[in-house]
Nanobody, 124 residues
């Protein structure tokens, strides 16, 4: 089992920045590829970004490419999502997740463990 707890969400004006953190406990964090997803009201959960266990491979949704940066610190059992140039359409609950080892990174069904989510609201 891996327990994931997100933090760092909040209210920010358009053009601003936030950094989300996801602290992991339980089984060895460093063996898992990690991802971030988000879900806006009335919409399906969508992929945002993912990173391999080593940190060498990254993947971003087109909608956030160039604005968001995923990173991890395996020594601290933490994965981060730096969000810059935020837009109102980035408003959502953001979730971190640990990949199961099978399936695509952009497929929520391929992730085994999930955090409870943190709300990000971007005002115009």
């Amino acid at each position: 089992q891996v327990q994931l707890v997100e933090s760092g969400g909040g209210l920010v004006q358009a053009g601003g920045s936030l950094r989300l953190s996801c602290a992991a406990s339980g089984r060895t964090f460093s063996i898992y590829d990690m991802g971030w997803f988000r879900q806006a009201p009335g919409k399906e959960r969508e992929f945002v970004a993912a990173m391999s266990w080593s940190g060498f491979s990254l993947f971003y949704a087109d909608s956030v490419k160039g604005r968001f940066t995923i990173s991890r610190d395996n020594a601290k059992n933490t994965v981060y999502l730096q969000m810059d140039s935020l837009k109102p359409e980035d408003t959502a609950v953001y979730y971190c997740a640990a990949h199961s080892g099978s399936g695509g990174w952009d497929d929520a069904g391929s992730f085994r463990y999930w955090g409870q989510g943190t709300q990000v609201t971007v005002s115009s």
